[in-house]
């Protein structure tokens, strides 16, 4: 029998920990393959904090390093400028890389640091308890929100390749989702470029992916998606923020 496919070598046989029908488990995996098909499985390295990505170690088949809450582009920075022949990515959550660790991912992004970022915005702190993240949408309740974000009180929620791509420095920034199999494509394509220009020198790239969470939401993977898809896209616009390489500025 052909097979068509197969677990990519860059992925450890470590079955996914993932809740049931969260997102992470694809944005993993998307990562995974297309470190595969650029050929960098011995050229790679990555780094992951605390939150649902503490665990990366266990799936990804490469050197990972672990970092405190929301200092993994502090530490890929350090990695990278200490072995420049190395390509570096960091893999953050929401509560993660817009909250404790705004001032790491903003002066990396201006600095031009030669990393990947792949961000994982699920408009929530996932494993610690569904707390409200930087990217909670206004009037959506958390357990620390439970009336629902209040803007005046609270502040409105952050768009951080809105906020990235007002810096001159960086490279590559892109939102995409990951709520269908026609999104899933799509951000195959956008975390396939984020490695090549990874591979290629070119500079900081970052990929936010649109996630669910349907542990803390509170609905079934189905509906998590449908939620997402009526309530997070409309505010978290999917399109190329910033591509120098195709002239996008």
Known sequence: MQVIAKRPETLTAEPFTYCPGCTHGIATRLIAEAIEEQGLINLMAGVAPVGCAVFAYKFFNFD??????????AVATGMKRGRPNMHIFTYQGD????????AEIVHAAN??????????NNAIYGMTGGQMAPTTLAGMKTTTS?????????????RMCELLSSLVAPYYIERVSLLSPGDILRAK?????AIQYNKEERGFTFVELISTCPTNWGFDPDKAREWAKENMLPYYKLGVYRDKGAGVE
């Open 146 to 158: 439970p009336y629902g974000r209040n803007p005046e009180d609270i502040g409105y929620p952050i």
């Open 189 to 193: 394509k956008a975390v396939n470029k």
């Open 64 to 73: 990972m390093a672990e970092a405190a809450h929301g200092r993994a582009p």
């Open 95 to 102: 509560g993660d890389l817009a909250a404790i660790g705004t």
């Open 111 to 120: 600095r031009g640091e030669h990393i990947s970022v792949f961000f994982i």
